[in-house]
């Protein structure tokens, strides 16, 4: 097994850039994307898999397995890295009934004196649970995925064929036998960042969504050296809105509908947060906050100010970069988090569970033991193991008691307002009202700090209790598998999630924590990069919030009319579609991370808030942006439109339409549309006049942008 | 003669059946609940009546403590003196005197409060506009379930204590709290919900020819709606008309606009292999479905209030009131009202809550009265957990914490009303002693929290109101695997 990039970067550029590559990695040119494809084996004459039993490693014909016994399924065209392994793979089956299963992969070993070729030991047992047990009787297609990539699908029969049903072959398939030598061959990089799809894939997960201009940029400079620079970009680019702390209630006197707008909702927040989506330079770190914000959410439903919520914002966007245990500890004595999840009120004796509960189930270990690649741990009996208990809910509750708001005069409260809750400072400790029992906290191997002293200072107390949490095992594969999640596909490998929890555990030089280092090899790893995805549980369907920035960015957005910015006024368009911003229903966020879609056992978090209601909204949101726009009011005082222009002159410059449905196909979706969709698209656009191009260039873009292929961000 | 908008969507839709149906018959590789329909929907015969369940969840954990409270001195239960010394001195306690009483049976007929927030209350403006839910217990129509809450088996203190019989997983936490009272079992993570399962079971024969799905949610995706082959309708509360609440705009007379709508549709058939593109088009597909059949509505008569779970509960009527041009013999329906995670502010923040619930159900009372289906609907309550009888913090800001056991509501004229029903705790009574550290208080020790442990589990208070709905007893065990755990699946609050 090697590690390709080292490899490649040697013959190309010989050892001693090898050497200075190891000093200056950020000014590493990007290697070709695309991993190999898979492909399953297959007997010489039919697309029947060359199958083994495990204990005999020679290919049989045999078909007697017995059910959940191991078999050997035969894989060519890898490239593995360095302890890639069997965790990498998985192996969907689909039944004659056409129930999908997945059987695990338990071992991948090459094959001895056939280079190239990897056995690949999997258990005869479905490993979902949606369905019951399958009988292995009759016919079963299996493929495996690794990287986002899907093999051919092979025939698994057990029994005499044809009994307990038969399978259809997918269109085209054929069969793969063993080739005569592996015929893969390295190509050599180019100068710059050739690849089209992979840029588009890359912007969609690391930005708020491509536009030309990024497009070439990175065409130009690459992943590596891109990812550089906006680790340093300022940050904001348009500044936060100046507001001032407000009094909780609403004097209605002086505050009319326009001034409860401006200050007692999210309105300002919402539409300086799209402004800086839409046109701010620091775009990584403004989407690397924006998810932090659906982990460590605070929602404005009980934070009612704008002004209240600037502050977790910059802490959020602070840290986006920085140490995950200083965001733990910004975020815990956040005064608007304290307010929502009311550490801010709770004493030794009215003590108030609720952040100490959620900051261990929601913001760092969860409720369960995981191994390192994010699967769970499982006792002698196949139960998940707690990761704690009430009890030690109860003792952290007890370490978080004492905290304020900052109101006292003078320099330790400097943004105290007379006649306002301070919701801009720091939470302040009151020793008086912290509880100095002796306190039992979480234990693991090694723990730090499983055990806190009496009669200690509070904030000793928490940064002891916080250590104690930041260095449980859970953190780095709960915290990596989430940012996945969230930037590049719903369901990862257990791989692809172990490399990163490895990265969070250590960046390379001994620094546990490195939000920027994890950011980076989530972006970079090879499950998240390539031209092309074909997993069918690849991807992720898109929040509505990134699917709104997504196409108002590929259409450069702008004022109503043109020739200015928008103001971002744009959440009532959103919010219909689930997802009211910086409004979050509760703390659990607008959708669960362990989501599962009804009826399968597909797990995908935004799918949370897809439904027969919201579905309809999306397309009427592409409606609204594509045949209309957000018209200049007193909400919105430019407004907001799309500029067609440049697809309207691709329209005019073919007739057939095809310019223009290629130009989309690139923009939208990074050049994967299949010919079916285009092929459905060019008629609905040639029943337009080919003199109206404008109506031709909105059909074109409504249909591929309210299109379920759109949706889901691949 | 001008064609109306949806008249297109219609016939476009219909051009496209084929295709349009393909991600219905992929789903799963079988026939879909709709699917099913188009095969059935000609040779089956409806049955004759009409029956509704309407789950309300109350999200974030609605506490029982201060919704159903002692309003006597009896000296061998629990009275109004043991809740007022818990919880008086932090400022949670509800005043003896503002109590809305009841008497109950089951209760040596002793008196009961329920919340004054129930009841009748000074109207205001759009929020405020009937006497509440409190009337209906006098009349019969509403019933108690006491002390119930996640089990996978019966347990008593000492069981808990030693962990002798299973206990739910991640009790107190929200989300698997909510997800246990949703998929009705509390062992292990279902993919399924009760109300998704009992759908399973019934569409085909009670809603044959029905045009829209046997479960409606007016509160998104949820796992109680979500069945292996059942997938819900979602859409928006009353604010949106039926008519226009799944269709798309922008589509108007023209060629091109309905070759548009034609390719709109027919893309939903394309791309299949990737999961997450196939269940987009799925959930699509439903929703262009039922929008062909949502064309036209009747308004309901009875006022509700302006707030969100009223509007959800209208939009349930206005459905319901249209049950025959759907087709449509059972219905479940899911309507949420929130946030009852009242860790500050109780007082104002669950008494807020409770009157627009109790608003609105009432409403919805008094509109299926007027649709003369009242005996045909059954309102019934679910919350994450009830939530610590000891107060946490104290003063105006004062709130309570997670906890278990709770009391739920069921509302209609089928329900054997006026009482409270569940088995009994150790004090011999279906309602809890309420003693931080006592009988019925899964803490323990001078900290204890009054956590009471339930004596009747979700599955039973499921299972009484599934019988009614029409799910054999051959199938209580499919819906329902840790049914046989329990001593009755029937707990009698159900009219036959």
Known sequence: MNNRKPRLLWQIFGAGFFTFLLVFPILAQDPNPDSPTPILLSEPDSTRALVSSAENLSAVKGRAFASNSKAVLFVTNLDLMEDEGANAFRVNVEGANGRQYRFPVLDIQPVKNQEGIYALTIRLKDELGFWEQPLLKGDFLVSVVWRGLASNRVHLTFGKVGKGGFVKDNVGAVPTPLPKKSTREFEPDAVGYLYSGDRIRFLEQATFGPTSELDQRIRRIGLRTWLAEQFEAPYPTNPYPNLPLMPTNIDRNVCNSICIRDFYTMYPLQNWFYQEAFYGDAQLRHRVAWALSELWVVSGEDTQQSSWMIDYHQDLSKNAFGNYRNLMYDMTLNPAMGNYLDMVRSTKNSPNENFAREVLQLFSVGLFMLNQDGTLQLDANGNPIPTYSQNTVNNFTQIFTGWTLCEVTGATCPNRTAGAPNYKDPMILNQNNHDVTAKTLLNYPNAVNPTIAANQNGLTELNQALDNIFYHPNVAPFVSRYLIQQMVTSDPTPAYVGRIAAVFNNNGSGVRGDLKAVVRAILLDPEARGNVKTDPNYGKLREPVQLATNVLRQFDVQSATGGAQSDGYVNQIISPMGQNTFNSPTVFNYYSPDYVIPGTAVNAPEFGILTTGTTIARANFMNTIVFSRVNVSSFAPTGTSINLSEMQALSAADATGNRLVDALNTKLMHGAMSAQMKSTILTAVQAVASTNTLLRTQTAIYLTASSSQYQVQR | ?496
Not at chain 2, 79 to 104: D, E, F
Not at chain 2, 107 to 129: E, R
Not at chain 2, 425 to 442: E, I, R
Request: charged fraction near 10%; glycine fraction near 10%.
């Open chain 2, 1 to 496: 003669m001008t064609q109306n908008r949806r008249e297109f969507i219609k016939k476009s839709g219909c051009a496209l059946g084929i295709a349009a149906l393909a991600t219905q018959f992929e789903h799963f590789g079988l026939m879909s609940a709709m699917a099913q329909k188009v095969d059935a929907q000609d040779e089956l015969n409806a049955p004759g009546d009409y029956r509704a369940l309407v789950c309300i969840f109350m999200q974030g954990g609605n506490d029982g403590n201060n919704t159903i409270i002692p309003n006597h001195s009896d000296a061998n239960l629990s009275n109004y003196s043991a809740y007022s010394a818990a919880r008086n001195t932090q400022g949670l306690a509800v005043a003896q005197s503002a109590l809305l009483p009841i008497t109950v049976p089951k209760m040596n007929n002793l008196t009961y409060g329920l919340n004054p927030n129930l009841g009748a209350l000074t109207p205001s403006g759009a929020t405020i506009v009937n006497n509440g839910i409190h009337e209906l217990w006098a009349q019969n129509r509403m019933a108690v379930v006491t002390n119930a809450g996640t089990l996978v088996a019966p347990m008593t203190r000492a069981q808990y204590q030693s962990g002798s019989i299973k206990r739910p997983f991640q009790l107190f936490s929200h989300s698997d709290q909510v997800s246990q009272y949703q998929s009705g079992r509390s062992d292990a993570f279902s993919f399924t919900g009760w109300g998704g399962r009992i759908s399973d079971r019934r569409t085909l024969p009670d809603n044959p020819g029905g045009l829209i799905p046997m479960i409606t949610s007016i509160n998104g995706a949820q796992l109680f709606t979500a069945g292996q082959t059942t997938l819900p309708l979602a859409i928006a509360n009353a604010g949106t008309s039926l008519s226009s609440v799944l269709n798309p705009q922008g589509f108007n007379s023209s060629a091109e606009s309905q070759t548009r709508l034609s390719a709109f549709n027919q893309l939903r058939s394309q791309d299949l292999n990737s999961n997450y593109i196939k269940e987009a088009s799925h959930i699509t597909d439903q929703a262009i479905a039922a929008n062909s059949a949502l064309a036209t509505f009747q308004e309901v008569t009875v006022v509700f209030p302006n707030t969100s779970i009223g509007s959800q509960l209208k939009q349930v009527a206005r459905l319901i009131k249209k049950r025959g041009d759907l087709s449509i013999n059972r219905q479940i329906f899911y309507v949420q009202v929130g946030s009852f995670d009242t860790h500050n502010n109780q007082i104002n923040g669950q008494g807020g809550l409770l009157t627009q619930f109790s608003q609105a159900v009432r409403a919805f009372y008094d509109e299926m009265v007027m649709q003369g289906v009242s005996n045909n609907v059954t309102t019934f309550t679910l919350s994450d957990f009830s939530r610590t009888f000891n107060p946490a913090g104290s003063g105006a800001s004062v709130g309570s914490d997670h906890a278990w056991a709770n009391h739920l509501f069921v509302i209609g004229g089928a329900v054997n009303g006026g009482n409270f029903y569940g088995t009994n705790t150790s004090n011999g009574t279906p309602y809890p002693t309420l003693v931080m550290n006592g009988p019925d208080d899964a803490d323990s020790g001078s900290n204890a929290r009054g956590r009471w442990i339930p004596t009747t589990s979700v599955e039973q208070y499921a299972a009484t109101l599934a019988a009614w709905y029409g799910l054999s007893a051959a199938d209580m065990p499919v819906v329902f695997p840790n049914i046989a755990n329990f001593p009755t699946t029937n707990l009698g609050f159900m009219q036959p």
